[in-house]
């Protein structure tokens, strides 16, 4: 009888119990991801699982902060990939399969990438020689991540079982990560950054928002590894000082930090300060000048403000990044380089290449491993922290009496726009502790912060603290641009910003030369 004890199990039950127990397996491994506290490991272990029941050679996982996908990660993780491997992966999120996949918000599976018309003519699907490709969104509508599988193990296309694998898989990540992102953003108090402070020397990188702690959790991923890094984000966000985290953390931290700031220099000499130049090679060099390149030898060059660098040295970089040679100006042999190379910029380097002004070559040699750090807007919190550490600091820097600031003097803080970042609030900080001092005062108060805006009153009731700050920003911008008879790159040379952030707030509060004699 069928089904009766002793009767032999034929092959097709034999397979059904074997997919169940697998089915099971996979179920219980999921619900053993979501007893993780943090997305970091979550994540981390939730790829390894996946590119195992799936028998992928390869794994990609990616989540945005805010469903955005117009930005950098928040996020990633890779399995199997190189360097150049990841990099066009990641090169190709914004189109093609990962694209694809996000837009419909759909299981995008293909035997053979590099037959399937609809990829074939991908640059990335040409150089990979990717076949078999399954990716899958992550979340609901839009998604939140993506997890792409490139290869199998065995011959031949993905499985339908394995399809469904990482669909499930796909399925249940999604509310795991939710939560805990709600759970971090509904931390009242505590330091966001602790866990990852533990493990990377960042004692000067201040605040203790989440916003911070993903870009700390992003620095102790890269830290190690020798790669180079491109640091994106607004003019006085600290990218100069998390490059010298990064150094400082990775296993070059005993060799030089060079910096370069492609903006401080004339066109020029651009070339000649970070390659160096034979004796003769142009009007300035009387004799062999060494560049920052060979002054950073075995350590890290950190270049400032990439986005202003030259278009004709634009291609002796990239020859650098991609051979470690160069040519110094005027030599006729290549020069060995071991260095690795941090980059920053506060423009659009991708409308830059648009605009053919930044080579798209490089661009994409440069976005390997992004990170963008946040605006003070974006982390607000931190200025509880901030504003007594830049208060404290300046006392000690300039040798003056302990002054603190008060409870309305941090409110005025908290409230008031900082279109210059950190490091104008540090500026403001400095100004008013000097003022607070000078009065013989202990504490600082709202008075002291604002003092100097022309025309605006500290005590006029009718503005408020945002107004009040908009006039004095508009006003003392004015008047540096007439004192320096409109030149903007001393201007911003004065004001410690960069040009483009002059530009922008000449735009924003349509500022006009007067042209009266």
Known sequence: MSGAIGTPVTGDVQATLARVERERDLYWRLLQ????????????????????????????????????????????????????????????????????????????????????????????????????????????????????????????????EEITRAETFARHLGPFVRQLRAAAVTEVSGDATAAVRARLSAAGVVGRSRALAQVLEQVALVSPLDIDVLLTGESGTGKGQLARVIHDNSPRASRPFIELNCAALPEALVESELFGAESGAHSTATRRIEGKVAAANGGTLFLDEIGEIPPRVQGALLQLLQSKEYFPLGAQRLVRADVRVIAATNTDLQAAVMEKRFREDLFFRLQVLPLRLPALRERREDLAVLAPYFCEEACERLRLPSVRLSRNAMRALEEAPW???????????????????????????????????????????????????????????????????????????????????????????????????
């Open 419 to 517: 279109p210059g970042n950190i490091r104008q609030l540090a500026h403001v900080v400095q100004a008013a502790v000097i003022r607070c001092t000078g009065a013989g005062l202990a504490q600082i108060e709202p008075a002291h912060i604002f003092a100097e805006a022309p025309g605006v009153e500290s005590t006029d009731a009718s503005l408020s603290l945002q107004e009040a700050t908009r006039r004095f920003q508009e006003q003392f911008l004015r008047r540096t641009l007439d004192e320096t008879g409109w030149q903007v790159v001393e201007a911003a040379r004065r004001l410690d910003v960069s040009r483009s952030t002059v530009y922008n707030l000449i735009r924003a509060y349509n500022i006009r030369r007067d042209t009266k004699s």
């Open 33 to 160: 991801l979501g007893l993780l506290r943090e997305v970091d490991p979550l994540l981390r272990e939730a790829l390894e699982l996946v590119v195992e029941v799936t028998e992928a050679r390869q794994g990609y996982i990616e989540i945005h902060e805010n469903d955005d996908w117009g930005g950098s990660p928040r996020l990633w993780f890779a399995h199997g990939f190189s360097t150049a491997e990841l990099e066009r992966v990641q090169a190709a999120v914004s189109r093609g399969i990962v694209a694809e996949a996000v837009a419909t918000g759909t299981t995008i599976v293909t035997a053979s990438a590099l037959l399937d018309p609809r990829f074939s003519g991908l640059t990335s699907v040409r150089t990979g020689k990717i076949e078999a490709v399954l990716c899958v969104p992550i979340g609901d509508d839009p998604p939140q991540g993506v997890l792409y599988l490139q290869g199998r193990v065995a011959a031949g296309p993905f499985t339908a």
